[in-house]
């Protein structure tokens, strides 16, 4: 695959005296930062969509009697919610970039892409921090499978977090970097 020269690149790739900077590997660093920015988006959403997964059937699966069920505490329903919102967005933007498929025009394919990570982010962080006072509150009077559950899911809520914050940065550079002209 190449990719078109663009003005800046000529300009950026002049040779300046006693630095000995060629027009060749100004250009080839910039392709290859480009495709950096290409691989590593889908990474970051794929591990999104794992730790989004993993978040919500962790959850799911934690019921373990009157008082130790997820459903009971409004903090573990909402951990639930964003994390099934978190993993349908995030299946969703993981099948458009690996079937190659535009179903927007770039412009405004690259504007989803950059608030949808910035919106869905948002969300995990949110109910990661509102279900971690609830889970220390019962960590100090007994520590068993369900605050441990409860814990696991949290945790995989941040990672999910995590991953789909550097894909945001990604989207963002995309987005910089893209000319509306």
Request: aromatic share 10%; charged share 5%; hydrophobic share 50%.
């Given at each position: 695959m190449t990719n078109p020269v663009e003005v800046s690149d000529v300009e950026a790739a002049k040779t300046?005296?006693?630095?000995?900077t060629s027009s060749?590997?100004?250009i080839t660093q910039r392709w290859k930062r480009e495709d950096l920015v290409k691989k590593a988006s889908p990474i970051a959403r794929g591990l999104c969509l794992l730790f989004s997964l993993l978040a919500f059937i962790i959850m799911v699966s934690n019921k373990h009697g009157y008082g130790r069920n997820f459903d009971e505490y409004e903090e573990y329903k909402y951990v639930l919610a964003i994390a099934i919102i978190s993993t349908v967005y995030t299946a969703w933007q993981t099948f458009v970039h690996l079937s190659n498929r535009e179903f927007f025009d770039r412009r405004t394919s690259m504007l989803v892409d950059f608030s949808?990570?910035?919106?869905?982010?948002?969300?995990l962080i949110s109910a990661a921090s509102s279900a971690i006072p609830l889970t220390n509150r019962f960590r100090e009077s007994q520590d068993n499978i369900f605050t441990d559950s409860a814990a696991s899911a949290i945790s995989m809520a941040i990672f999910a977090f995590v991953s789909l914050?550097?894909?945001?940065?990604f989207s963002g550079y995309k987005l910089s970097t893209y000319s509306f002209i």
């Open positions: 300046t005296p006693g630095t000995g060749f590997s100004a949808g990570d910035q919106i869905v982010a948002y969300l914050a550097l894909s945001a940065l």
